[in-house]
T-cell receptor
Framework: KAGVTQTPRYLIKTRGQQVTLSCSPI?????VSWYQQTPGQGLQFLFE???????NKGNFPGRFSGRQFSNSRSEMNVSTLELGDSALYLC???????????FGPGTRLLVL | ELKVEQNPLFLSMQEGKNYTIYCNYSTTSDRLYWYRQDPGKSLESLFV?????AVKQEGRLMASLDTKARLSTLHITAAVHDLSATYFC????????????????FGQGTILTVHP
């Protein structure tokens, strides 16, 4: 079974630009969660989608948004990028509530 | 607000020695996960602990959960260099009757280095 995939793997953007990251969950998984990982703040939850609905959202500004498609693939968008948005963005999928989340390889975003 | 704290944050071990990483959390939950992260890599699931008293073992690693004490431990037996990585515990609040869907709250991580 293929794992969680994320594209692109690396991105360099400049302040003020916007970026879209993509995540394809494990086949059959309907829940997709997104996390931001930075050296200073650690791993922080961004949001979770299930059946195209956002069920939960972390404490991030409205510049961070996401969506999920009918095939469970998910995208997250960050508008008006700031230097502090430089991070590793991880998505994770799971098939049912008690199961662990399976993480993708991440997208490393650098904002200059 | 749920807080998850790990200690120690840095652990330098000699090969062959035993040690324990502790994970304390602030709010009732009966779901706890351990992950491993190698430098520049993603998170790999190690253990899923879903009830009080749960104990799981894989190779030189053993994890346990005490929901009454709000404590999980990750015990390393006879460490080898391949275990060098960052270890995270994460708590899932959804089981506590809440609506915290899909949200794991992570500890700070323990950077483990095993040297000869």
């Amino acid at each position: 079974k293929a794992g969680v995939t994320q594209t692109p793997r690396y991105l360099i953007k400049t302040r003020g630009q916007q970026v879209t990251l993509s995540c394809s969950p494990i086949s059959g998984h309907r829940s997709v969660s997104w996390y931001q990982q930075t050296p200073g703040q650690g791993l922080q939850f961004l949001f979770e989608y299930f059946s195209e609905t956002q069920r939960n959202k972390g404490n991030f500004p409205g510049r961070f948004s996401g969506r999920q498609f009918s095939n469970s693939r998910s995208e997250m968008n960050v508008s008006t990028l700031e230097l502090g948005d430089s991070a590793l963005y991880l998505c994770a999928s799971s098939s049912w509530a008690l199961e662990t989340q399976y993480f993708g390889p991440g997208t490393r975003l650098l904002v200059l | 607000e749920l807080k998850v704290e790990q200690n120690p944050l840095f652990l330098s071990m000699q090969e062959g020695k035993n040690y324990t990483i502790y994970c304390n959390y602030s709010t009732t939950s009966d779901r706890l996960y351990w992950y491993r992260q190698d430098p520049g890599k993603s998170l790999e699931s190690l253990f899923v602990l879903l009830s009080n008293g749960a104990v799981k073992q894989e190779g030189r690693l053993m994890a346990s959960l005490d929901t009454k004490a709000r404590l999980s431990t990750l015990h390393i037996t006879a460490a080898v260099h391949d275990l060098s990585a960052t270890y995270f515990c994460a708590v899932d609040m959804n089981g506590a009757g809440g609506t915290s869907y899909g949200k794991l709250t992570f500890g700070q991580g323990t950077i483990l280095t095993v040297h000869p």
